[in-house]
């Protein structure tokens, strides 16, 4: 954004840590916004998780009785974004 080509990067964290602390007030106002730009009524929310993606660097140890939880490796169809859909009565 050619607004922001004067700050520094700690800056941009920062400002990552307040939104952060606010992200259930944000949440609410931009889908009461978007509800409210297209006269949604809504009255059940799917978000669908199964194109997430998450990656980690180094595996879990196993556990004494446990296997480790998390381990390597690639998702079968890529990284993907997760997707958002609402229905209205």
């Known amino acids: 954004m050619p607004s922001c080509d004067g700050l520094k990067?700690?800056?941009l964290y920062e400002a990552m840590d307040v939104l952060q602390r606010h992200i259930g007030k944000?949440?609410?106002r931009v889908f009461f916004h978007t509800a409210n730009l297209f006269?949604?009524?809504?009255?059940?929310?799917?978000?669908?998780t199964t194109t997430a993606s998450f990656s980690i660097d180094e595996e879990d140890e196993?556990?004494?009785?446990t296997p480790g939880l998390r381990k390597l490796?690639?998702?079968k169809n890529g990284p993907g974004a997760p997707r958002l859909w609402w229905l209205s009565p």
Do not use: A, K, P, R
Request: proline share 0%.
């Open 39 to 48: 006269n949604l009524v809504v009255d059940l929310i799917f978000y669908d």
């Open 62 to 65: 196993d556990g004494q009785d």
């Open 26 to 28: 944000i949440e609410d």
């Open 73 to 75: 490796g690639h998702s």
């Open 9 to 11: 990067l700690h800056q």
